[in-house]
C-alpha cells in the first residue's frame, strides 16, 4: 500500500524560506514521477513542481527561480525548497507519485497524471 506523508508546512513572512518534505512508502521513488500541489479553497488543484524517475524537474511560472524540487531516492523521500515566498503561495500542498516513470512538461503539474496523494501540509506566507 502506497503512503506519503508532508511535513514541513508551517507560518513564514513574506520574503522567507519554507522546506516540504515527503516520505514516501510502498513504492520505490527511483521510479516514479513524482510532484507537489497546491490548493487553496475553492480553487483547482495546482501544479507546482514535478521530478522524474531521472531527476529531472519541471516547474509551474508561478514558482520558477523561487522553488527546488528534488528527492533522495536512498530515504524514498521528496522535498520542495521554496524561497522568496509571496502571500499567493498560501495554500495547502500536496505531494503526488505517478505510476509512470516520466512524464513531459506540462503534463508533468497535471493532476490526473498522478495516482497516489498525500493528505496536505498548510503553507501560510503573511504579507
Known amino acids: 500500500q502506497v503512503e506519503l506523508v508532508e511535513s514541513g508546512g508551517g507560518s513564514v513572512e513574506a520574503g522567507g524560506s519554507l522546506v516540504l518534505s515527503c516520505a514516501a512508502s510502498?513504492?520505490?521513488?527511483?521510479?516514479?514521477?513524482m510532484a507537489w500541489f497546491r490548493q487553496v479553497p475553492g480553487n483547482q488543484r495546482e501544479g507546482v513542481a514535478a521530478?522524474?524517475?531521472?531527476?529531472?524537474?519541471s516547474y509551474a511560472n508561478s514558482v520558477m527561480g523561487r522553488f527546488t524540487i528534488s528527492k533522495d531516492n536512498g530515504k524514498n523521500e521528496l522535498y520542495l525548497y521554496m524561497d522568496k515566498l509571496k502571500f499567493e503561495d498560501t495554500a495547502t500542498y500536496y505531494c503526488?507519485?505517478?505510476?509512470?516513470?516520466?512524464?513531459?512538461?506540462?503534463?508533468?503539474?497535471?493532476?490526473?497524471?498522478?495516482?497516489?496523494w498525500g493528505q496536505g501540509t498548510q503553507v501560510t506566507v503573511s504579507s
Open positions: 503526488a507519485a505517478s505510476r509512470r516513470q516520466w512524464i513531459q512538461y506540462p503534463s508533468s503539474l497535471w493532476e490526473n497524471e498522478y495516482n497516489f
Open positions: 521530478i522524474d524517475s531521472d531527476g529531472n524537474p
Open positions: 510502498g513504492l520505490d521513488s527511483s521510479n516514479h514521477c
